[in-house]
């Protein structure tokens, strides 16, 4: 994804007057090279998660990088048919318009179609900032949760909010 395509987005957050600030890194693939490389930008970080359930239905789960995500209980929290597994490259390029390592919330501004359901972690709405990639890795934008909505909404899109359960414990 190009750094044009992420302008274009942060442009279109300064037009509705969605107050953002974005910084530059080098490029991350994982958490974990995020938290190598991305200095100390306040807020929490977010982990999102491409996926698709047994009828194709794909959902873009949104939660604190530091959270363990478990796919059984996630599908039964947001109602998914037939498990959840992770959405290929394809899908994702194909519906989201960006390649793995950019996944963000801010890529469903490229879903014209509505085809990908954004989910976020209930717990996000305590957050004072939330960090993600405006499309591109080698950025990090940094939102208010009051940003977060105004976006939505600004691209006619409702998140469902889940807390996913944690699995039983075994034992």
């Known amino acids: 994804m190009s750094i044009e395509r992420s302008d274009e ?10 107050v953002v600030e974005t910084f530059e890194h080098p490029p991350v693939h994982t958490v974990e090279e995020s938290r190598a490389l991305r200095g100390d930008i306040p807020g929490i970080h977010t982990k999102n998660l491409f996926l698709r359930d047994g009828k194709k239905r794909f959902f873009l789960f949104v939660t604190d990088e530091a959270a363990t995500v478990h796919l059984k209980s996630l ?3 947001i109602g ?9 490259a394809e899908a994702l390029k194909e519906l989201l318009g960006i390649e793995p390592g950019s996944v963000s919330i801010l890529a469903l501004y490229n879903d014209a179609n509505q085809a990908v359901t954004p989910v976020i972690d209930a717990r996000l709405r305590s957050a004072e900032r939330i960090n993600c990639h405006p499309i591109v890795n080698s950025r990090t934008t940094s939102l208010s949760v009051g940003a977060l909505d105004a976006f939505l909404a600004a691209i006619g899109r409702e998140a469902q909010f889940a807390t996913p359960e944690e699995p039983p414990s075994a034992g």
Do not use: E, N, R, V
Request: no cysteine.
């Open 80 to 88: 998914a048919k037939g498990g959840l597994s992770f959405g290929s």
């Open 9 to 18: 987005i942060l442009q279109y957050l300064k037009d509705k007057s969605i």
């Open 75 to 77: 599908a039964k929290t």
